[in-house]
């Protein structure tokens, strides 16, 4: 069974940063496309970044230069570094996997299979 667990999450001023963690188990992600979504109440889930198996990396216009996607395949642990956090970025972040189309880049949340129960982020002004 697919599990995702996130961590990490917490509440940060504006300006400081938080780096969030996804642990899979019976996954091996390394051969799939991954990505973070974030979603506040009342709006749909939203991209914020993904990665596809050659490593390619994919981020929301907004959030390029300051949010990271990294993967650690050796403890199939998958990171989202978030730097320079603006109020705006206050949001539940998840972690989603087992897609495993051609389009992971621009794919959308319901495409993806798995999903971790997401952790709270919180961005003070």
């Known amino acids: 069974q697919v599990q995702l667990a996130e961590s990490g999450g917490g509440s940060v001023q504006s300006g400081g940063s938080l780096r969030l963690s996804c642990a899979a188990s019976?996954?091996?992600?390394?051969?799939?496309?991954m990505g973070w979504f974030r979603q506040v109440p009342g709006k749909e889930r939203e991209g914020v970044a993904t990665i596809d198996s050659d490593g390619n990396k994919n981020y929301a216009e907004s959030l390029k230069g300051r949010f990271t996607i990294s993967p650690d395949n050796a403890k199939n642990t998958l990171y989202l570094q978030m730097d320079s956090l603006k109020p705006e970025a206050t949001a539940m972040y998840y972690c989603a996997a087992g897609y495993s189309g051609s389009m992971c880049p621009t794919v959308e949340a319901g495409m993806f299979d798995y999903w971790g129960q997401g952790t709270q982020v919180t961005v003070s002004s």
């Open positions: 019976g996954y091996t992600y390394s051969s799939k496309c």
